[in-house]
C-alpha cells in the first residue's frame, strides 16, 4: 500500500458511513501509513460537548480539530472540505451491527438511512457534489478499500 502526499491541515477530510462500514479500522490504517486521522467520538468526549450518545455539532465544529482526517457516522455534518461515505450491503452490515450488539430496530434504522442515502445529501446540504467521494465496498476486501482512499486523496491533492 503506497501512501500519497501528506493532505495539509487547511484540507480536513472526513470519512463517513452508517455504522459497520470500516470507518475506524480504515482509519486505522491511514495512521499506519503517515496520515493524521482520528475518531470523532473521542474529540467529543475529551471537549465535553457530547451527552451519553448525543454529539453537539454546533459545539464540535467550534473546536479546532489537529487533523487531517477524521472518521464517524456524522462526521460529514463538520465544516469538511471533502466527504467520503462508505457503503456496504445489507448483509455484511447486518452481521457486523448484530456481532456489535444492535438492536433490530437500530440496525433497520441504520439500514434505511443508508438506503435513503441521508448522509450523501446532508453532505451536498454542505458541499458541492464533486467533494463528495462515494465508495461502494461490496464486501471488499479492507486493503482494496484502503487503496480507494488514497486514490481520492492523491486527487484531493493534485486539485490544488
Not at 488514497?150 to 486539485?159: E, L, Y
Amino acid at each position: 500500500m503506497e501512501m500519497a502526499i501528506k493532505v495539509g491541515l487547511y484540507s480536513l477530510i472526513c470519512i463517513t458511513g452508517i455504522p459497520g462500514t470500516g470507518k475506524s479500522t480504515l482509519c486505522k490504517m491511514l495512521n499506519e501509513h503517515g496520515f493524521r486521522c482520528t475518531g470523532l467520538n473521542h474529540i467529543a468526549r475529551s471537549a465535553g460537548v457530547n451527552n451519553e450518545d448525543i454529539v453537539d455539532i454546533d459545539g464540535l465544529s467550534n473546536i479546532h480539530i489537529d487533523f487531517d482526517i477524521v472518521e464517524s457516522h456524522y462526521s460529514h455534518l463538520l465544516n469538511c472540505n471533502h466527504v467520503i461515505i462508505l457503503v456496504d450491503d445489507n448483509e455484511t452490515l447486518i452481521k457486523r451491527m448484530e456481532e456489535r450488539g444492535y438492536s433490530i430496530e437500530k440496525i433497520n434504522e441504520n439500514l434505511d438511512a443508508q438506503m435513503a442515502d441521508i448522509i450523501y445529501y446532508e453532505a451536498l446540504d454542505r458541499l458541492p457534489a464533486n467533494r463528495i467521494h462515494i465508495i461502494n465496498e461490496r464486501s471488499r476486501n479492507i486493503g482494496d478499500i484502503y487503496n480507494e482512499v488514497i486514490h481520492i486523496i492523491s486527487r484531493i491533492n493534485n486539485s490544488k
